[in-house]
């Protein structure tokens, strides 16, 4: 049974429920549903006695449909008919009956007969919104769509009306899969009905097949630009166009023509290329801001424009293999950018950000040290602005060789915001700093408290920890094994990725029984999600799940693997078939919930 008519099943059901207490109605309750299950179960012999009894009570019109149908399916066409042109007789001002003598020629073979039949009654509509609708919808509950469509185009004819029932045609060229007339409907819409903008972006792609219907789309909207050109919605349209086929800078081409074209301000151009980001389209987004800079200085955008420029190429030069030239001369934006603006706390994520590159990417600690400890001078700062300063500041003790300092600072900033997500994170860094120095003892109590933190991303990554101790330290050969992928780790944190990788690909030479191969294997696998070294990280963590089903990384490594086939592979089936396994064979992950709610975006559901 299609979900139409399980759909018209339950209303007919409650309708009929409500019928059989009427006074005088000859009908038991028993036999009403009685009928309804025989009638889902698929068993039309049975359940047509009981319907045809049903059906032929007084004020039971509701049987109707069950009933038709069902001698439509055992194909007893002439008593369905006798049964139909006597509902026409006793109802001369209704349409379904006509309709579903129509849809009775059509199961017949009729095709003649059954357009005529309903060309007839579309002939004969009123100019009443009320009763178009009532008949659309009587055409759409015998499945006849392309009939409904035609009710409703020929309601905008009479009520000389172009823009009303749009929802309802969308619905149904959604429902047949329809794309030309689903794109065009839209179009027509969208000049009058901007909101269905996100509904469009929504819809569309779960519609859409491949790279031709994108094309389609797009030719049929460079149409309606030509005709409006100064319509904003159809440029916002034909941007999200090019986008989903990663098409980045022709769609910031056209961006960029239409504020040329209208002199506008830049506000449409400012919002847009928070998408390019999103889409990690950095040097598109770069290109962006750099053309809002020309506007000048005293454009509401100039500044905001400038800081993201920054932002951007800091993400553009830490998404992968980075160039130390290049960073050096972002840093010295950064310098320029609080040189200009002063250092206070409108400027203090350019302090983040400069202090970073300095630490870990300039081999500067000393400098990002100075920077950090100088921040939480600033006036003006929250408590978590300067509990968030000071967890930077201890990683970057731990670069400049002091320890003890890093691990004072986290001790005050998890005193301080004690059952907090930051008084979390820093007990955290203070237990992972434990690991590395292989104070292991130390480090498995602390993770042990975070267990019941509040945050589940910490208190995930704490018991893992804590499970990675407990089973690494039973003998002396397992200590030392543990120690060296502390290390591993150590170097990974001070952004040695090359080293780090050669180090964990030296465990198993030194101690060839260890038991940490899956945990290996996880670090590897993150280390060139960070290089963008993206097969090679989708390789080994097939390889993981495929090897350590009952491992305390297998479910992150599910989760990670269906993220990189979805985000940076471009593989959606892959993506579904990873997050589903995560679904089915770890119900109890963290990840669960996140995965059931990815792979129903994939899969298409709820939209």
Not at 93 to 106: F, R, V
Not at 226 to 232: I, L, N
């Amino acid at each position: 049974m299609n979900r139409l008519l399980l759909f018209l099943l339950l209303i007919f059901t409650v309708n009929a429920s409500a019928q059989i207490f009427r006074p005088g109605q000859q009908v038991a309750p028993d036999e009403s549903a009685l009928a309804v299950q025989y009638y889902q179960d698929g068993d039309y012999e049975k359940a047509v006695v009981l319907l045809e009894k049903l059906f032929s009570s007084p004020n039971n019109e509701a049987y109707f449909d069950l009933y038709f149908t069902a001698l439509i399916k055992l194909k007893r066409y002439e008593v369905a008919e006798k049964a139909v042109k006597r509902a026409i007789k006793q109802n001369p001002g209704s349409d379904l009956y006509p309709i579903a003598l129509g849809k009775l020629y059509q199961e017949r073979g009729d095709i003649q007969n059954a357009s005529k039949v309903f060309n007839d009654i579309i002939s004969r509509l009123p100019k009443d919104e009320f009763k178009i609708r009532m008949l659309a919808n009587n055409f759409y509950r015998f499945e006849n769509y392309d009939f409904a469509v035609q009710t409703f185009k020929q309601g905008r004819k009479l009520l000389n009306n172009d823009q009303i029932f749009v929802f309802e045609l969308l619905n149904i060229y959604r429902f047949k899969k329809d794309k030309a007339m689903l794109m065009q409907e839209y179009l027509d819409a969208m000049g009058a009905m901007p909101q269905l903008l996100a509904q469009a972006q929504s819809v569309l792609p779960l519609v859409f097949d491949d790279k031709s219907d994108y094309e389609n789309f797009q030719a049929a909207i460079l149409k309606k630009i030509q005709k409006e050109p100064d319509a904003e919605i159809y440029v916002q349209l034909l941007t999200w166009n090019y986008i989903q086929q990663r098409e980045f800078d022709m769609a910031l081409r056209q961006l960029i023509a239409y504020d040329k074209r209208t002199k506008s301000d830049g506000t449409m151009l400012f919002n847009a290329v928070y998408t390019f980001v999103d889409n990690s389209a950095y040097e598109t987004a770069i290109k962006a801001y750099e053309y809002l800079l020309t506007k000048g200085k005293e454009n509401q955008y100039y500044l905001p424009s400038k800081i993201e420029l920054l932002n951007t190429k800091y993400n553009l030069q830490l998404s992968g293999k980075y160039n130390v030239t290049d960073l050096d001369l972002l840093a010295k934006d950064y310098q320029v950018l609080m040189e200009e603006n002063g250092k206070n706390k409108g400027t203090l994520f350019a302090i983040k950000r400069l202090a970073n590159l300095q630490a870990y990417y300039l081999n500067q600690p000393s400098k990002a040290e100075i920077e950090l400890e100088a921040a939480l001078q600033l006036p003006g700062l929250t408590l978590q602005d300067i509990g968030q300063i000071k967890l930077d500041l201890g990683d970057v003790y731990i670069l400049t060789n002091q320890p003890w300092e890093a691990f004072l600072v986290y001790e005050q900033v998890s005193k301080q915001f004690e059952g907090q997500p930051i008084g979390n994170e820093a007990r955290f860094r203070s237990a992972k700093l434990s690991f590395y120095q292989g104070n292991f003892e130390y480090s498995n109590g602390q993770c042990l408290v975070l267990k019941s933190a509040t945050s589940q991303l910490i208190a995930n990554d704490a018991l893992n920890l804590s499970l990675l101790i407990s089973d690494n330290i039973q003998t002396p050969t397992d200590s030392s094994a543990l120690k060296m992928y502390a290390d591993a780790e150590m170097l990974n944190f001070r952004n040695l990725p090359a080293q780090s990788v050669k180090k964990l690909d030296s465990i198993a030479i030194a101690y060839p029984q260890n038991s940490l191969s899956d945990a290996i294997m996880m670090s590897k696998a993150r280390i060139f999600i960070k290089t963008n070294e993206f097969q090679k990280a989708a390789d080994i963590l097939k390889k993981l799940t495929e090897t350590f089903k009952d491992g305390i990384w297998t479910d992150d490594a599910l989760f990670t693997l269906a993220d990189l086939y979805e985000k940076k592979l471009n593989d959606i089936v892959q993506a579904k078939l990873y997050f589903q396994k995560l679904i089915t064979d770890y119900p109890g992950s963290m990840f669960s919930a996140e995965a059931r709610k990815r792979f129903r975006t994939l899969r298409g559901d709820g939209v």
